[in-house]
């Protein structure tokens, strides 16, 4: 069965850096468009980045210049790099197959001096 797991999460003080990994198992990954999510606590959870095969990228308004959405279809990995983290970036990170039902189980990020 598919299976997407995430991991890189951490607290990190404001205006610092975290990579966010998801390895993919069960798919092939290279033919799949990929997409990062977040939720924040009383929140619903919105888009952050697409990736998609070829691979062109979108990102959300609210994270465009300081995340970077990466794939190494040769790990079977997808990355989420996050610079110049702010307190509105707290969040739990899901990795998904764009237009799935396929999720992780997320991994949490917290900014916060």
């Known amino acids: 069965q598919v299976q997407l797991v995430e991991s890189g999460g951490d607290l990190v003080q404001p205006g610092g850096s975290l990579t966010l990994s998801c390895v993919s198992s069960?798919?092939?990954?290279?033919?799949?468009?990929m997409r990062w999510y977040r939720q924040a606590p009383g929140k619903e959870r919105e888009f952050v980045a697409h990736?998609?095969?070829?691979?062109?990228?979108i990102y959300a308004d609210s994270v465009r210049g300081r995340f970077t959405i990466s794939r190494d279809n040769s790990k079977n990995t997808l990355f989420l790099q996050m610079n110049d983290l702010k307190p509105e970036d707290t969040a739990k990170y899901f990795c998904?197959?764009?237009?799935?039902?396929?999720w992780g189980q997320g991994t949490q990020v917290t900014v916060s001096a």
């Open positions: 998904t197959v764009a237009r799935s039902t396929y």
């Open positions: 069960g798919l092939t990954f290279s033919e799949q468009a």
């Open positions: 990736i998609g095969v070829t691979p062109g990228t």
